[in-house]
């Protein structure tokens, strides 16, 4: 099993940037696809951003794609999302989730069996 703990949000501007972490612990970090995805308060959980188990492999949502940059660091058991040109729609709790290696479906929630707490994001207009 795998623990997954975010920290980096908060209260910013339009136009700023954020950069959030995700740190893994109790599992082969190496062995997980990961990816961020995002809840803004009566909306489902979406799909953000989404990297291999190597690193080899990104792909963004629509929303952020030119934006945002997803990594991955397996030396240290860690995963970021680079946030830049925020707008007020970023705003919403993000999550850090960890699925399988061969995983069917990036993009959906459901094929990630780990997930951290969350760490909120308010963009200010």
């Known amino acids: 099993q795998v623990q997954l703990v975010e920290s980096g949000g908060g209260l910013v501007q339009a136009g700023d940037s954020l950069r959030l972490f995700c740190a893994a612990s109790g599992g082969t970090f190496s062995s997980y696809t990961m990816s961020w995805f995002r809840q803004a308060p009566g909306a489902e959980r979406n799909f953000v951003a989404y990297?291999?188990?190597?690193?080899?492999?990104?792909s963004y949502a629509d929303s952020v794609k030119g934006r945002f940059t997803i990594s991955r660091d397996n030396a240290k058991n860690t995963v970021s999302l680079q946030m830049n040109s925020l707008k007020p729609e970023d705003t919403a709790v993000y999550y850090c989730a960890a699925g399988p290696r061969s995983i069917s479906s990036s993009y959906d929630a459901r094929a990630y069996a780990y997930w951290g707490q969350g760490t909120q994001v308010t963009v200010s207009s």
């Open positions: 990297i291999s188990w190597s690193g080899g492999n990104t």
